[in-house]
């Protein structure tokens, strides 16, 4: 670390000289605006970026290397979630009209990437989303209210024996993922731009927290998937109504461990993130009540059974892996 003395001009100035090398690495030359943003900490950071827009990042990726359309689309989520604003896809022949589908489906997908100029052999995108449309916490009251409603009625349709809302519930899944790549993206750009995290109204602790619990919420959302395919597998056999309503309980238990997690942030509550910690006790129990009937009978019927309890625990778990956040985060 260098260090540099503190000067005085004209009586109120205070002047500290900056590091040539520094200087020189940026190209910064005399009347150049630099930024001087001061941070919680009480730290100052002084950057030569002053365009609260910020940089744009391009990604190139050649088709010729890649090959095969899977791992395109994989490239391309993690080019999304690394904070690239514009990316080209490049090949040396005309792209095919597969490889063509799977770049539109990757901009319906994820939110902010649209098409926009594209010949026989180059597709550029471009995110034409302002991160500050997005807060963050918009987007996860967003999720939790996905998650939630993808466990109830997952469970609703077991009570109704609804195959075709047990079918809708997997599609919802992608809701959660563009929103969690989103998270991702947001939290990157926020690490990398001081400049444009301030703008968003986020520190970079916070962006770090939100992506947390976006992941979790992700995992929630999943196991509402896994809910809904077993629910299908049950609604086949014939299931007494008290093992329905023993599985309700079950559920109504873990989404008020869900809900509570949203009201403890929300509200910025520790004793509420505490005691919903304690409350996957009574999960527990009620999940191993239901585990226990279903050690007899049918065994494709136990299987599943014990897949849809294990999902209803797993989402309390996470839920209570949030609060576990919240209380991080409310300590600091």
Not at 119 to 142: A, G, V, W, Y
Not at 173 to 197: C, P, V
Not at 225 to 230: D, G, H, I, P, S
Request: hydrophobic share 40%; glycine share 4%.
């Amino acid at each position: 670390m260098e260090t540099r003395k503190v000067q005085q001009t004209g009586g109120s100035s205070y002047i500290v000289s900056l590091p040539k090398e520094w200087i020189k690495k940026r190209s910064i030359k005399k009347n150049d605006l630099l930024g001087i943003i001061t941070q919680p900490d009480g730290n100052l950071l002084i950057t030569p970026q002053v365009d609260p827009r910020g940089v744009e990042r391009k990604k190139d990726i050649d088709f010729d290397e890649v090959k095969d359309n899977d791992f395109l689309f994989r490239l391309l989520i993690g080019a999304y979630i690394m904070g690239y604003t514009k990316l080209v896809i490049k090949s040396s022949r005309k792209i095919e009209s597969k490889t063509r589908e799977k770049i539109i489906y990757f901009t319906q997908i994820v939110i902010g990437p649209e098409i926009i100029e594209e010949t026989s052999n180059q597709i550029t995108l471009k995110d034409l989303l302002n991160p500050n449309e997005m807060p963050f916490h918009k987007t996860i009251k967003r999720m939790y209210i996905i998650a939630e409603n993808m466990h109830l009625d997952a469970i609703k349709a077991l009570r109704t024996s609804n195959q075709e809302l047990a079918d809708d519930i997997a599609k919802r899944d992608d809701d959660i993922d563009r929103l969690q790549w989103l998270i991702a993206r947001q939290t990157n750009i926020a690490l990398r731009d001081i400049i444009l995290a301030q703008k968003m109204g986020v520190s970079l602790e916070e962006a770090h927290f939100y992506h947390l619990i976006g992941r979790l919420l992700e995992r929630i959302a999943d196991h509402g998937v896994n809910l809904a395919k077993n629910v299908k597998n049950l609604i086949k056999y014939e299931i007494d109504s008290n093992t329905i309503d023993d599985i309700s309980r079950a559920s109504k238990i873990s989404m008020k461990l869900l809900n509570n997690s949203l009201d403890a942030l929300l509200q910025k509550n520790i004793n509420m993130s505490n005691q919903n910690i304690e409350s996957v006790k009574e999960l527990n129990a009620a999940c191993e009540e239901i585990n226990q009937l279903t050690s007899n009978g049918n065994l494709h019927l136990t299987i599943a059974l014990s897949y849809i309890i294990e999902s209803i625990r797993r989402a309390g778990e996470y839920s209570s892996d949030i609060t576990e956040l919240i209380i991080d985060y409310l300590m600091n």
